[in-house]
């Protein structure tokens, strides 16, 4: 099992910055393809952005340009680095890790944090 546990979110006025982190702990597990998820209030659970472990990147149209996916695979952490938030980033971001078996790289399972809200004011 993979524990996942946001942290960072907050308040900010638009134009604003905050550093999403996600810290993974639990069982020996490799963590392959990590990713960045906000559901807003309404709305469906949407892709902000995706790291693979070759440190690949892709981003949502929405985000590209103002946010950036990291990785420290030394502390097993995921960040979002967002810069010039808008009022329509307003949302719960989730962060996901898909866990292999390290020896046979099998998929274990596809993990879930709790989410942290992240509000920006207009």
């Known amino acids: 099992q993979v524990q996942l546990v946001e942290s960072g979110g907050g308040l900010v006025q638009a134009g604003g910055s905050l550093r999403l982190s996600c810290a993974a702990s639990g069982d020996t597990v490799c963590i392959s393809a990590m990713g960045w998820y906000r559901q807003a209030p309404g709305k469906e659970r949407e892709l902000a952005a995706t790291i693979s472990s070759a440190d690949r990147t892709t981003y949502s149209d929405s985000v590209k340009g103002r946010f950036t996916i990291s990785r420290d695979n030394a502390k097993n952490t995921l960040y979002l680095q967002m810069n010039s938030l808008k009022p329509e980033d307003t949302a719960v971001y989730y962060c996901?890790?898909?866990?292999?078996?390290?020896?046979?790289?099998?998929?274990?399972?596809?993990?879930w944090g709790q989410g942290t809200q992240v509000t920006v004011s207009s």
């Open positions: 996901n890790a898909l866990a292999l078996n390290c020896d046979t790289t099998k998929t274990i399972g596809l993990y």
